[in-house]
Structure formats: C-alpha cells, structure tokens
C-alpha cells in the first residue's frame, strides 16, 4: 500500500506582501536620500548653493530618478528578462536619448546660469554628459534589479528543494510503515493460526511498535535510545514465531545517551535480516552489532542466505532505506552489502551532524 503525502506549500497572506513591499520602498527610499545627501555634502560642502542651484540639481536627480525606475519596472522586466538583449540595449538608448532631449531645453533656457559654458541648445558635450550619467544610473538599477532577482530565485528554488524534499521523505516514511505492519501482521497471524499461547504477548508487543510508529516516529530525529528499545521490542516479539534454540544476538558497544537519528533506519535492516535470513538448516542465526563512537555509528546484521536463489540487494525495504539515506545523510552514510558463502552482511555507517548529539 502506498500513501501518496500532499506536499507541503508555501502561505503568503496579504499583511505579509504589504510588509514586503513596505520595505522594499523604505529601503529605495533610505538609498537615493543617502546618495542626495552625499551630493549635497561633499560635491557643494564648500562651495554657496542657491535656490536656484538647488532646484537644478533636484530636476537632475528626477531625471535619474525616471531613468532608474523605468529601466526597473519597464526595460528589465520587457526586455533584459526576456532575453531580448538587443532590443534591451536599443530600448536604453532610446530612452536616454528621450531624456536628452527633455533635459537639455531645461538646462538651456531655465537653468542656464547654473551651467557655466552651456553656449548651445544641444552641444555634443553636454549631451555627451547626460548619456554617460544616465548610463551610470542604468548600470545601477539593472545590477540592484538582476541581484534582486537572483537572490530572491535563490530563496525560492530552496523553499521548493526543501518541500520536494519533506514531501518526498513524508512519502518514503508512508512506505516504511505499511510495509513493516504487513510483514510484522503476517508473523501474528502465524501465531495465532498455530494457535501459540503467547500470540496476546506478541499483539501487546505490536501495540508498542506501532505507538512508536504512529507517534514517536514523526519527528525528523529522534533518540537512539528509542530506536534501539523499538528494535529490541521487533526482536522478541519474531522470537514468539522461532523455533526453541535458533541463535539471535544483539550486541551493543558504547554510550547511547544524547545521540540522535532519523527513525525507523536501523530498524530497516534488522527487518531484512528476519525477512530473508533463517531460512536454511545449517542456521548462523540472525546477529546484529551496534558499535557508537562519539561522532558516528556503525550498525551492522549478519545472517545466512538461502543457497536456491540467487540473492537481490533490493526490495522496498533496502531501496527505500538507500534513497532515505540519500536524502538526510547526504555526506553522511557507508551503506555496504556484501554475500559470501551462503552468509550476508549489511553494514551501516552514520555520522552524526552537529544537531543530532
């Protein structure tokens, strides 16, 4: 059975936008005071500056103003982002050629004695002069514009990998619990069927898996202590269904405490060595080490293989647990299969992230 987990998603409400965009005009606006402010100060700190002088340096900076604003909302978004770069830089030089035109006539014939050695209406100079700033600012507001961007579809494109992610690991861990219940049901009703005076033992026992299933599983990490009870409770509850004698080892090496893993890992492959070993009379039994270091652990499970068939490192359990692992252990993980004279040998290695001691 597989049960397909909605992928979570992205809730952006109006007060959130508005706060946005709230910020994104006081931040434009902190930066062209700051740079006006700079004008002022250090380009005319020594020097008398006139009404009139001011003004003309205002009805400049509305010019670059325009040119800033309509290469952000206009040029960029119709052409640059569309990958019309011709038409883009065609697009510019049209406007600062309009602008041009507009400004000079002001310069001329309403600011003309702030501009020392403007003799004409259109000197090659002074036009020079307005392209060259407007250059300038366009310069400005395409590389705020396509960082902005950048950064922005940065965010995004990880918000998505992210919930790709949690939607893909909510899916592999529908699969994990279904899967482990059929196998676990199907020991049960082997007892029940053989009539076993131990078979309310054994639902007991499925009761505590799966409340650690259902419930103590959900976390994205959890205790190895626990890990390692619920692996001990899956033990005795397959010993109801072995025969008196078959060989089952669970040896434990270091301190358990404060070390944390994602669920249902280890469990995996002690699951696969029940599922696919004792089945042969010349039994090794089913043995398991757990070995954990300071920064790291190795689990590992030995257990004999039947010798009539040919052996297959796969299966939902195994491929599950590889792209699991894949996922939240990316530079984290050793996973070894290795079968070698009727005997397989599973080794997991995990080391342990910051977060997780």
């Known amino acids: 059975m597989k049960v397909l987990a909605a992928a979570p998603h992205m809730n952006i409400t109006l007060p959130e936008v508005t706060l946005r965009k709230r910020y994104q005009i006081a931040l434009h606006a902190a930066g062209w005071l700051i740079f006006i402010s700079w004008v002022f100060y250090f380009v005319y700190a020594n020097r008398t500056l006139t009404f009139g002088k001011g003004l003309d340096i205002l009805v400049g900076f509305l010019f670059h103003l325009l ?24 697009a510019v030089l049209a406007t600062l050629l309009a602008v041009a035109i507009i ?6 014939y309403v600011f003309r004695e702030y501009n020392p050695g403007l003799e004409a209406l259109f000197m090659p100079e002074r036009l020079l002069q307005y392209a060259m700033g407007g250059l300038v600012t366009v310069f400005i507001s395409s590389a705020l514009k396509v960082t902005g961007n950048f950064i922005r579809n940065e965010r995004r494109n990880k918000e998505l990998e992210t919930q790709k992610l949690m939607a893909e690991l909510a899916y592999l861990k529908s699969q994990v619990n279904p899967h482990f219940l059929f196998n676990t049901l199907n020991n049960i009703y082997s007892l029940a069927y053989k009539q076993h005076p131990e078979t309310p033992d054994a639902i007991m026992k499925l009761s505590l898996l799966m409340r650690y299933m259902l419930y103590e599983s959900n976390d994205t990490l959890v205790s190895l202590e626990k890990e390692v009870e619920h692996i001990k409770n899956f033990i005795d509850l397959q010993r109801l269904r072995l025969r008196e004698g078959t060989s089952i080892k669970f040896n434990i090496e270091g301190d358990l405490s404060n070390k944390r893993i994602a669920p249902m890992l280890l469990m995996t492959l002690v699951e696969n060595a029940f599922k696919h070993g004792l089945v042969s009379k010349n039994e090794i039994g089913i ?4 070995d954990v270091q300071d920064n790291s652990l190795t689990f590992n499970t030995i257990n004999n293989t039947s010798s009539h068939k040919k052996r297959e490192y796969g299966g939902i359990g195994l491929e599950n647990l590889k792209r699991r692992l894949k996922l939240l252990y990316p530079n984290g993980h050793i996973l070894k299969f290795q079968e070698k004279e009727g005997t397989f040998y599973a080794t997991l290695k995990l080391y342990f992230r910051p977060n997780q001691k």
């Open 287 to 290: 043995i398991m080490n757990l």
């Open 67 to 90: 040119i800033f604003y309509f290469n952000w909302y206009v040029l960029i978004p119709q052409y640059l982002a569309r990958n019309r770069i011709l038409l883009y830089i065609a």
């Open 103 to 108: 400004q000079a006539p002001l310069d001329y």
